[in-house]
């Protein structure tokens, strides 16, 4: 619920509230139990905490016994991190420098993707599925349509065209101050089947935002990968 969430505790760039911080939600749990079954097994998982915001579900990942890679474009400061983590600096929007094993078992991208124009988001998930293992999972979460940052918002233009701010009282409210993509489920689900994923399970939350476990599709393979975006502001 977003009504237990402190609204005063937003990053310092302007991309939302810290949510991580203040309680794990069923995605997260999800991608836990990922690593513990596989720690379970005899083998230490390898995680790639995207977009990770102060880290905390990086600490979680690496309480579950996980080698985590925790990146982001601002990074916690050196008293907030946990040892044994590595913290590196990267950007959604250049996939290709983000650190860390040729391949992940689980990879979590939390309240982000929203932040990248569609065609950028389905080039970041074509990468990201790359570096997942044959029996690694994506952990994706989106903004939606049919949440409350939707209030005013032209979800009416497609989603391959749509990037706009939100009005000035959600901006305000959920200290988002950058235009976004937001989604509905089927169209979360139709980017990810571009990129050569399956969905394993896609829902919307009870605020409104769109959540989905994604595999690699074995059967399909994703469409060649563009040259990397300029960046885009």
């Given at each position: 619920?977003?009504?237990?969430?402190?609204?005063?505790?937003?990053?310092a760039?302007?991309?939302g509230?810290n949510?991580?911080?203040?309680r794990?939600?069923?995605?997260?749990?999800?991608?836990l139990?990922?690593?513990?079954?596989i720690?379970?097994?005899g083998?230490?998982?390898?995680?790639?905490?995207?977009?990770?915001?102060?880290?905390?579900?990086?600490?979680?990942m690496?309480?579950?016994?996980?080698h985590?890679?925790?990146?982001d474009?601002?990074?916690?400061?050196a008293?907030?991190?946990v040892?044994?983590?590595?913290?590196?600096?990267?950007?959604?929007?250049?996939?290709?420098?983000?650190?860390?094993?040729?391949?992940?078992?689980?990879?979590?991208?939390?309240?982000?993707?929203?932040?990248?124009?569609?065609?950028?988001a389905?080039y970041l998930?074509?990468?990201?599925?790359?570096?997942?293992?044959?029996?690694?999972?994506l952990?994706l979460?989106?903004?939606?349509?049919?949440s409350?940052?939707?209030?005013?918002y032209p979800?009416?233009?497609?989603?391959?065209s749509?990037?706009?701010p939100?009005c000035?009282?959600?901006?305000?409210k959920?200290?988002?101050h950058?235009?976004?993509?937001?989604?509905?489920?089927d169209?979360?689900?139709?980017?990810?089947?571009?990129?050569?994923?399956?969905?394993?399970?896609?829902?919307?939350?009870?605020?409104?935002?769109?959540?989905?476990?994604?595999?690699?599709?074995?059967?399909?393979?994703?469409?060649?990968?563009?040259?990397?975006p300029?960046i885009?502001?």
């Amino acid at each position: 619920m977003a009504d237990d969430l402190d609204f005063s505790n937003v990053t310092a760039d302007a991309f939302g509230i810290n949510v991580s911080s203040q309680r794990i939600d069923d995605l997260d749990r999800l991608c836990l139990d990922h690593l513990r079954t596989i720690k379970a097994a005899g083998r230490i998982p390898r995680a790639l905490d995207l977009a990770c915001g102060d880290a905390a579900m990086a600490a979680h990942m690496h309480q579950a016994g996980a080698h985590v890679i925790a990146v982001d474009r601002a990074l916690p400061g050196a008293d907030q991190r946990v040892a044994g983590i590595t913290y590196a600096e990267g950007d959604m929007r250049t996939p290709a420098q983000i650190p860390g094993p040729p391949q992940f078992d689980t990879i979590l991208c939390q309240r982000a993707i929203h932040y990248l124009r569609y065609f950028d988001a389905l080039y970041l998930l074509k990468h990201l599925r790359q570096r997942l293992t044959a029996n690694g999972a994506l952990y994706l979460s989106a903004s939606g349509v049919n949440s409350e940052l939707g209030t005013d918002y032209p979800s009416d233009t497609v989603v391959a065209s749509r990037m706009s701010p939100l009005c000035h009282e959600m901006a305000k409210k959920h200290g988002i101050h950058h235009p976004v993509c937001l989604y509905r489920p089927d169209e979360l689900a139709g980017l990810a089947r571009a990129a050569g994923f399956s969905v394993a399970f896609l829902w919307e939350s009870e605020f409104g935002n769109v959540k989905a476990v994604l595999v690699p599709d074995t059967q399909t393979e994703s469409t060649p990968l563009r040259p990397e975006p300029g960046i885009r502001r």
